[in-house]
C-alpha cells in the first residue's frame, strides 16, 4: 500500500521554467512533510521541510505549498536551472522524532537550456 | 566535516549468498537508519538504530537484519539472497534527539546485484 503518491514520474522543463511535483499521502497522522533531492551517483539530499502548522515554505527558489484538508503537498522550482536536473522524492513522517520516512516513488526533472 | 561513508560501494552476490554492508555515520551523529531503493518499490524504510538499540523496524522478512556498535557505525545483513535483493542500500545518519526536525544525512549507498 503506497502511503505517498507522486506525480509526474518525470518532467521535461525549458531553463527558466517553473518545475511542480505533486504528493499526495493517506496517512492523517503524518505530520512532517520533507522533500529530498538525488543526483546519479550519490545518496538523497535534503531540499526542504514542511510541517503542516504552515501552508507554504520557501527557501531561495523552491517553495512547498501544503494544503492540509487535501493531504496534499507541492515542490514548485522557480527559474529551474539545467543544475536542478535530478531526480526528487517527496516523503511524510510521523512525529518529530522518528527517523522512519515513506518516500513517494520520485519525479525524475530534466531542465534543458 | 566527513560525510556519510558506506562501504562497499559495489557488489556481486549470487543467490543463497549473505552480505554485509557497512556504514560509518557523520561524528556526533548516534541515529543510523537503513533504507532499500530499487526502481519498482522506490525508498523503502529498513530499520533504525540509536545508541546501539534498533527503535524501528520496516516491513521487510528477517533475512534483512543489522546492528550498530558503540561507535555508532552500523553494519547492515541480508542472508540466503534472493534476485529481488539487488538493490541501492542507503544508509543515513542524524543525530537521533527525539525533538526536532528529523533531517537525515545520507550517504551514496552500496549497490547490491544478486546474480
Known amino acids: 500500500q503506497q502511503q505517498v503518491k507522486q506525480s509526474p514520474q518525470s518532467l521535461i522543463v525549458q531553463k527558466g521554467g517553473i518545475s511542480i511535483i505533486n504528493c499526495a499521502y493517506e496517512?492523517?497522522?503524518?505530520?512532517?512533510f520533507p522533500w529530498y533531492q538525488q543526483f546519479p551517483g550519490k545518496g538523497p539530499a535534503l531540499l526542504i521541510a514542511?510541517?503542516?502548522?504552515?501552508s507554504e515554505k520557501k527557501e531561495g527558489r523552491f517553495t512547498i505549498s501544503f494544503n492540509k484538508s487535501a493531504k496534499q503537498f507541492s515542490l514548485h522550482i522557480m527559474d529551474s536551472q539545467p543544475g536542478d536536473s535530478a531526480t526528487y522524492f517527496c516523503?511524510?513522517?510521523?512525529?518529530?522524532?522518528?527517523?522512519?520516512?515513506?518516500f513517494g516513488k520520485g519525479t525524475k526533472l530534466s531542465v534543458i537550456p | 566535516k566527513a560525510g556519510v561513508t558506506q562501504t562497499p560501494r559495489y557488489l556481486i552476490k549470487t543467490r543463497g549468498q549473505q552480505v554485509t554492508l557497512s556504514c560509518s555515520p557523520i561524528?556526533?551523529?548516534?541515529?543510523v537508519s537503513w533504507y532499500q531503493q530499487t526502481p519498482g518499490q522506490g525508498l523503502q524504510f529498513l530499520f533504525e538504530?540509536?545508541?546501539?538499540?534498533?527503535?524501528n523496524k520496516g516491513n521487510f522478512p528477517g533475512r534483512f537484519s543489522g546492528r550498530q556498535f558503540s561507535n555508532s557505525r552500523s553494519e547492515m545483513n541480508v542472508s540466503t539472497l534472493e534476485l529481488g535483493d539487488s538493490a541501492l542500500y542507503l544508509c543515513?545518519?542524524?543525530?537521533?534527539?527525539?525533538?526536532?526536525?528529523?533531517?537525515?544525512?545520507f550517504g551514496a549507498g552500496s549497490r547490491l546485484t544478486v546474480l
Open positions: 561524528s556526533g551523529h548516534r541515529s
Open positions: 543515513a545518519s542524524s543525530l537521533g534527539g527525539s525533538s526536532g526536525a528529523n533531517v537525515l544525512t
Open positions: 514542511i510541517r503542516p502548522d504552515v
Open positions: 538504530y540509536f545508541s546501539e538499540t534498533q527503535r
Open positions: 496517512n492523517t497522522a503524518f505530520d512532517y
Open positions: 516523503a511524510a513522517s510521523i512525529g518529530a522524532g522518528s527517523y522512519q520516512l515513506t
